[in-house]
């Protein structure tokens, strides 16, 4: 009796062991992009920096790994590269669940939720009763975010309206009031609200319909962002989620009113692939800090069956924001944060090389960087990752179409479900910048993300291929295409 017990013992802290030790090891999963240790997210939330620490909370599934129960869960970070699990920070509550929303750190505490010069942490979230009802709730944390306490006079508004949500929140300093953006989903509209206090809110305005209005408006986000090559000015970047990809809308807010200044009949996005939603910024970063996005990677046309487990859902690299007119629109910059630089290691450099049809590099890694910069052929030219197995990604420029374009149609396990193995490839259009196309590629096991000529278009896909196609090769159809220069890192894993 006491053997078997010591046995068993025995077996389960194996078990353990292996569990915890294969951890951010598993397969498919991130090693240097943000996914929970175990079970479902989705968007991320309360995105705010505080006395050197970056806070994200996000959308998660405590109970499992597919969306339902939903709570706000939280991890820190001190350079937005590593991040620290933190116990869930504000749950689900009877027939009511913790839906999308943003945090504040309320300094002077207007909210008077600050006790004894204690600053409040004020959280604004949707609580969300199914079929039934969504407002805006409030919450506030005197532990940096750790605890939780929900306003005893909640909702803070509520326009008893089935869909009404997403709310993001920040300071509006030259009217000395706090802004709330909010989505009228169905009927594709931003709705704006002014406070002194996190508690009262009074309408302000509403933008749209406008843009893509094929699927329901979700998450709004409002931020004011420099402009390339003009030091001091800014502008206001509003992007919407519809359901499956995202818009932005380039303007100027005047703490009533977003005006958008781009072509009205043209639909452009933060990221032309399949795989990037409800992404929002940071608030209250330091004065002189680029600012900084992140965004869930995955799409609700097949979140919930992706083949991962005991995971489900990452976020992307935290990407800086700025604009530049290009002829007469305004463009979205999005660059990788430096501070992923220091992930780097193994460096390997080619230059002034010709490829015809194809070439493969030495390395074989699915963890990698890469800053391609080519003259491309006459026809399709790039470079394919997780190439094994007749298998393999491609990133490309179509010179015919002039579009820079992602493909996963051939790679493994895409029929997990119909709508993964339908979209499967992306373009946007782009310009060659002295007959050359520039990416800056990031590939993390099932995650590829592309940055374009400096960050004015971005791709980001899904893929899901056995650990053991990890070759890459440079392509070229329709003659020869020239390598000006390609430089490549193995990158660590920060787990
Ligand atoms: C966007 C979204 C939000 C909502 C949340 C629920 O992905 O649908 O509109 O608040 O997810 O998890």
Redesign the pocket.
């Known amino acids: 009796m006491k053997n078997s017990f010591f046995v068993l013992l025995l077996c389960f802290s194996l078990n353990a062991f292996t569990q915890i030790n294969s951890l951010y090891k598993e397969q498919f999963r991130p090693r240097f992009h943000f996914s929970p240790a175990v079970n479902w997210c989705?968007?991320p939330?309360g995105l705010v920096y505080n006395n050197g620490t970056y806070h994200l909370f996000y959308?998660h599934n405590p109970f499992g790994n597919v969306?339902g129960h939903?709570t706000w869960a939280h991890a820190t970070s001190k350079d937005l590269v590593h991040w620290k699990h933190l116990p869930v920070a504000i749950a689900e509550e009877k027939d009511t669940?913790i839906?999308?929303?943003t945090c504040v750190v309320d300094k002077n505490n207007t909210s008077g939720f600050g006790k004894n010069g204690s600053i409040p942490m004020v959280a604004v979230?949707?609580a969300?009763i199914e079929n039934v009802n969504?407002s805006q709730h409030i919450a506030y944390s005197l532990d940096n975010g750790i605890t939780w306490t929900k306003y005893n006079k909640n909702p803070v508004l509520d326009l008893g309206k089935k869909d009404f949500?997403?709310p993001k929140i920040f300071w509006y300093g030259p009217k000395n009031y706090w802004v709330m953006a909010l989505?009228f989903?169905v009927e594709h509209f931003v709705q704006f609200y002014s406070s002194k206090n996190l508690k009262d809110w009074n309408h302000l305005s509403d933008f749209g319909p406008v843009g893509d209005t094929a699927a329901?408006w979700?998450?709004p986000d409002l931020t004011q962002v420099l402009i390339e090559g003009q030091p001091g000015k800014k502008k206001w970047v509003l992007q919407t989620?519809q359901?499956v990809s995202m818009q932005y809308f380039v303007g100027e807010f005047d703490g009533k009113t977003f005006t958008n200044e781009n072509p009205v009949n043209k639909i452009v996005r933060p990221d032309y692939g399949p795989d990037y939603?409800?992404a929002i910024a940071w608030n209250q970063l330091p004065a002189a800090h680029l600012p900084t996005a992140i965004g869930?990677i995955n799409n609700?046309k097949y979140a919930n069956d992706i083949p991962t487990t005991p995971w489900k859902g990452a976020m992307s690299l935290p990407r800086t924001m700025s604009v530049k007119k290009i002829k007469n629109d305004w463009v979205l910059l999005q660059k990788p944060v430096d501070a992923l630089k220091t992930l780097r290691s193994n460096p390997i450099e080619i230059k002034n090389t010709g490829v015809t049809s194809k070439r493969s590099l030495s390395r074989k890694t699915q963890q990698l960087e890469m800053l391609l910069s080519f003259e491309p052929s006459a026809a399709n030219s790039g470079v394919r990752l997780a190439v094994g197995n007749n298998s393999y990604f491609e990133i490309g420029y179509d010179a015919i179409k002039q579009t820079v374009y992602i493909d996963r149609s051939k790679t493994e396990q895409t029929g997990f479900n119909k709508n993964f193995s339908s979209l499967s490839r992306f373009e946007a259009p782009v310009s060659l910048k002295s007959k050359k196309m520039q990416l800056h590629i990031f590939y993390d096991h099932s995650i590829v993300e592309v940055f374009v000529n400096d960050g004015e278009v971005v791709l980001t896909a899904q893929l899901f291929s056995s650990e053991s196609n990890s070759g890459i090769e440079l392509f070229s159809n329709g003659g020869r295409s020239t390598i000006v220069f390609l430089k490549m890192w193995d990158i660590k894993s920060i787990w």
Do not use: I, K, L
């Open positions: 989705n968007d939330n959308q969306w939903m669940m839906f999308s929303g979230y949707t969300h969504q949500r997403d989505m989903p329901v979700e998450c989620s359901n939603y409800a869930w609700w």
